[in-house]
Nanobody, 124 residues
Framework: QVQLVESGGGSVQVGGSLRLSCART????????VVWFRQAPGKERKGVAG????????YYADSVKGRFTISLDTTTNMYYLHINNSQPEDTGMYYC?????????????????WGQGTQVTVSS
């Protein structure tokens, strides 16, 4: 079993920055993918950034490239999403997810574990 707990959400003005954190505990696979998903009100959940722990390769949705950065600290099993130059469309619930390498396609796959989410609101 894997447990994921997100934190760091809140309100930010357009152009501002925010750092989301995800604490991962439980079974430690040698290689796994961690992805941040975003769900805007009334819309489906979509992957925005992922990192493969095996080689630290990162993956981003086109909508966030150049503004979001995903990172990890393997010593503490913490994963981060740095949001820069935030835009109103970044508003939503952000979920941390952990799963096999195929999760790095930024699509949910069988065997994905989910956190409870943290809310981000970007206002002008």
């Amino acid at each position: 079993q894997v447990q994921l707990v997100e934190s760091g959400g809140g309100s930010v003005q357009v152009g501002g920055s925010l750092r989301l954190s995800c604490a991962r505990t439980g079974y430690n696979f040698n290689n796994h993918c961690v992805v941040w998903f975003r769900q805007a009100p009334g819309k489906e959940r979509k992957g925005v950034a992922g990192i493969y722990v095996g080689n630290n390769n990162t993956y981003y949705a086109d909508s966030v490239k150049g503004r979001f950065t995903i990172s990890l600290d393997t010593t503490t099993n913490m994963y981060y999403l740095h949001i820069n130059n935030s835009q109103p469309e970044d508003t939503g619930m952000y979920y941390c997810a952990s799963g096999p390498f195929r999760l790095c396609t930024l699509e949910p796959v069988t065997g994905t574990y989910w956190g409870q989410g943290t809310q981000v609101t970007v206002s002008s």
